[in-house]
């Protein structure tokens, strides 16, 4: 079994450009299927997550090459609406899949997504969404079948929580429903943003993206389109952490600081200068890092849910208490166990995490818990004094590319052992 084994204690020092986005990738290669023809995906990052996203759609008929940084989906031969539970059970952001096919051959039919190690992830906003605008969708056994054809129509879709998945999946559905679609209550992060571009790139008439209320005019004839994927922001936020929890110096570029506003202002509170010019953030950290003011995750512009864990290896080594609230997901505390085995000082209830600053974090034997999970306690081994191994490295592969090498060129050492 392989995993990491980080000498912690070494700065991070220089300039990395960040990977494209997971979190944008997902949803637009799910969205090449709209458009027949060759559309080609640059800037997408090789990952275990893209990798699965890629076998749905050669599964599914499509011819799919990488080329270096890019990736061509040629979508022109679609001809299987059906993704079998292998391939779901791979990646749980497949339902993706669900919008898309729909909108291209007015069917669609997969397993319902597993569960998952951040709590349960239902999937009933998705549903209810494409039920507004006219799919017949029956769930049987673990299977969910999904009709629609000439009755679908666009309409309004109210969102109880702004959903990221469920915006999404409304936003490709609605492109093959004839008339408008209203999205109300629709999540605002940069990635929902970067998915309306991709539409627009193959024809498609969204606007709205970045705010609550997202329009999509549909039924148009879309064409294959190329398109290059926004930097991945939660990536960057790693570095940066990563930076901070060593007393580095680094340059994060590829990532419009923007989107990193919530995480930049905690980091400043908590002691770091930090410097935002064109796509790039310029980090400087001498000295331990403070406690700040509550963080609570939020849907954006809130703090990101998934940076909480990353966010809170770097204070665990630092001075002062920190008091953390994970308001979008029901278990995600499951790095607090390993980043203890370190020496943190971190007391859980409910959905509030106290996190007081030892100083300085020891290294030991851990096992990544999740995606975001895994990548916080490299955060922590990076920091800490001696050697740390990171073990269930399958976790941090669906999220990072080439991450030890990445985090060497910086000066860390880590390296992957079997
Ligand atoms: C996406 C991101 C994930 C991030 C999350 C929140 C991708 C591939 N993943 O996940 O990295 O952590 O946004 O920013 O983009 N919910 C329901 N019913 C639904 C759908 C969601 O109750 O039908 C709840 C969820 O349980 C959760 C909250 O809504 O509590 C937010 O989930 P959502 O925004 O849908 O997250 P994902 O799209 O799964």
């Known amino acids: 079994m392989s995993y990491y ?13 960040v990977q494209g986005a997971k979190n944008s990738v997902l949803p637009i290669l799910a969205a090449a299927l709209l458009a027949p023809g060759r559309s080609v995906i640059h800037n997408c990052p090789d990952l275990s997550d893209v990798s699965a996203a890629l076998d749905i759609l050669r599964l599914l008929g499509c011819r799919v090459e990488r080329e270096g940084e890019a990736v061509a989906v040629d979508a ?17 952001s497949s339902v993706i899949f669900l919008g898309a096919l729909l909108a291209r051959l007015g069917e669609a039919e997969l397993s319902y997504p597993g569960g998952c190690e951040l709590g349960p992830r239902p999937i009933d906003l998705h549903l209810s969404a494409l039920r507004t605008l006219g799919a017949e969708i029956t769930e049987e056994q673990g299977n969910l079948r999904c009709r629609g054809g000439a009755w679908l129509r666009g309409g309004e879709i109210c969102l109880s929580i702004p959903s990221v998945g469920a915006t999404e999946n409304a936003m490709l559905a609605a492109c093959g429903c004839p008339g408008v679609t209203t999205i109300v209550g629709a999540a605002r992060e940069p990635e929902i943003v970067d998915l309306q571009n991709f539409l627009r790139a193959i024809g498609a008439r969204v606007t709205g993206a970045g705010g609550s209320r997202v329009f999509v005019a549909g039924g148009r004839p879309l064409h ?19 930076a901070a929890a060593t007393g580095g110096q680094v340059e994060v570029a590829g990532v419009e600081p923007g989107a990193l506003t919530a995480l930049l202002t905690c980091l400043e509170q908590a002691g770091c200068q930090l410097t935002a010019a064109g796509d790039a953030v310029r980090l400087t950290c001498r000295g331990p890092l403070r406690s700040i003011s509550p963080v609570r995750t939020a849907p954006y ?12 290896a770097a204070l665990a080594g630092g001075e002062g208490a920190t008091l953390f609230v994970e308001n979008i997901f029901d278990s995600r505390y499951g790095h607090v166990d390993e980043l203890r085995r370190m020496g943190a000082d971190i007391c859980v209830a409910g959905r509030a995490a106290m996190v007081t600053g ?46 030890p090498e990445c985090l060497r060129a910086l000066g860390a050492s880590i390296w992957e052992r079997q």
């Open 5 to 17: 084994e980080i000498q912690g204690g070494r700065p991070l020092e220089g300039r990395l450009t």
């Open 224 to 242: 294959p389109a190329r398109y290059r994927v926004m930097g991945d922001r939660i990536a960057a936020a790693t570095y940066l952490c990563a």
């Open 301 to 312: 512009p809130g703090f990101p849910t998934d940076a909480q864990a990353i966010l809170m």
């Open 76 to 92: 022109a031969g679609l001809k299987c609406a059906r993704i079998p539970e292998g391939l779901m059970r791979q990646m749980r």
């Open 358 to 403: 030892v100083g300085r974090l020891h290294g030991a034997g851990v096992r990544s818990p999740d995606l975001r999970g895994g990548a916080a306690l490299v955060v922590a081994a990076l920091g800490a004094e001696g050697t740390s191994r990171v073990s269930q490295l399958h976790h941090i592969r669906r999220g990072y590319e080439r991450f």
